[in-house]
């Protein structure tokens, strides 16, 4: 129960609101969809006793009034930072949780919501960089490429890098830095394979780009759309449709500059590494997320056990389902996983899991390679294929959500209940970690 002295009264009540519509617009930034956006503000709303507050979301911006016919107060998405960090998509969903139980002042919360915005990198500046260069081999991998390949996935990530560091410094330039660097990575993979260095470019091209991809956003657009949510879903659906577009753009005008046949760079075939690389991919993509965004400390374990489960989920499935009904499941046994594994301490928040999640389940991946082969006279099968990984995957989240939802109901019910397992020791420990609530014994 929340006390009273947290409880806004008179003067109190835009204080509440400042700090609603502030932490709305963190949730918008950190990517989070627009209607559980509404929802968990919602609860903050209770949490103080302001039961009449009303919130209407969207990607840009957020609108609170306290109730009917009271002033609105509009704030617009500002960023946790040039882009979200891990860390601060971590700090942020502590920061929620504690105002839906009403434990942190709204005064405390807005300077905790600026505190959140200055977080310090963990890492420094050569680290990040380095850390781009792990990631993108590990995404390489994941997509099975041939020896060369992966050597210049690491130098394109070197160079990903470097060019998102200037960017976070300069604003002005976040705008074109995705064109910026699909223009210099196709531009040297080009040469490469002009000079006989690499038989084919895409795949250390679209590793390198893949921090770029809006694969997320996609499937939230289609989440969105899903929900009721027909603006959110539909101008989040075109954003990152024209993102890919751009980055599409991007890599034919790098290799047009160098004088490369298009379908020379992007359709050459090589001899594929073993059925093995994938496997080790995620392990080195691990790696790659964690110093390249800064992920907390102790999370490698967490977010390894995520996109395990992912993967594992998809490959498996896909053996006996086919690759829809694979992504739907890799997706379900994501969503399931990481809300599990964020009850953890040393675990990072279900919606910071998910972001890797969605890089690896890669809808935006497939759609790159698709929307660029379709330039030159091919990759309908890509586009297709993205299409439908879309749909899947948004799925897949609804379907692993209900799960989650019914798994917490039943073991409140069991917990519930006298006479019941639910009384052992063990299991009432695991009950109060992930949401039942454990019978009190007799005495």
């Not at 279900?350 to 497939?366: C, D, K, Q």
Request: aromatic share 6%; charged share 15%.
């Amino acid at each position: 129960m929340v006390e009273q002295a947290m409880r806004p009264e008179g003067h109190d009540l835009q204080e509440l609101q400042t700090f609603a519509v502030q932490l709305g617009a963190a949730m918008n930034a950190a990517g989070e969809p627009a209607h559980t956006v509404q929802d968990q503000l919602v609860e903050v709303a209770h949490a103080y006793g302001a039961s009449s507050m009303r919130v209407t979301a969207f990607p840009t911006f957020l609108m609170v009034t306290m109730g009917s016919g009271e002033p609105v107060a509009l704030e617009l998405t500002m960023a946790l930072a040039a882009s979200p960090r891990l860390d601060q998509i971590a700090a942020l969903d502590r920061l929620v949780n504690q105002a839906r139980r009403g434990e942190i002042r709204p005064a405390d919360g807005i300077a905790r919501l600026q505190e959140i915005r200055e977080l310090h990198n963990r890492f420094g500046k050569v680290v990040r960089i380095l850390g781009y260069a792990v990631f993108a081999v590990g995404v390489c991998l994941i997509l099975r490429p041939s020896l060369r390949e992966v050597p210049a996935a690491a130098l394109f990530g070197i160079l990903i890098g470097w060019l998102r560091s200037i960017g976070k410094r300069q604003p002005s330039l976040q705008v074109l830095m995705p064109v910026v660097a699909a223009v210099s990575v196709s531009a040297l993979s080009a040469l490469a394979v002009r000079h006989g260095v690499l038989n084919s470019g895409m795949r250390p091209m679209v590793a390198a780009l893949v921090v770029f991809l809006p694969g997320a956003a996609l499937t939230t657009a289609v989440l969105e759309l899903a929900a009721g949510q027909m603006i959110s879903g539909s101008s989040r659906l075109m954003s990152g449709c024209v993102q890919l577009d751009l980055l599409a753009f991007g890599i034919l005008a790098g290799i047009e500059a160098v004088g490369v046949s298009a379908s020379r760079v992007l359709f050459g075939s090589s001899k594929l590494m073993g059925a093995w690389a994938p496997w080790l991919g995620v392990l080195v993509f691990a790696v790659g997320v964690m110093l390249a965004n800064s992920a907390p400390p102790k999370s490698l374990l967490s977010l390894l056990v995520v996109l395990y489960a992912a993967f594992s989920g998809q490959v498996l499935s896909n053996v006996f389902l086919g690759a829809y009904i694979s992504a739907l499941i890799g997706a379900s046994v994501m969503t399931v996983v990481s809300r599990l594994v964020s009850r953890s301490p040393s675990a990072m928040p279900a919606h910071a899991l998910f972001v890797p999640g969605f890089w690896l389940l890669v809808p935006g991946t497939l759609g790159l390679i698709g929307i660029t082969k379709l330039s030159v006279g091919g990759g309908t099968q890509e586009i297709v294929a993205t299409v439908g990984s879309i749909f899947a995957i948004a799925l897949g989240v609804l379907c692993g959500t209900q799960v989650v939802l019914w798994g917490v109901a039943t073991g409140r019910y069991v917990g519930g209940v006298p006479g019941t397992i639910a009384e052992q020791p063990k299991v009432r420990r695991l009950l109060r970690r992930f949401g039942g609530r454990a019978p009190r014994s007799e005495s």
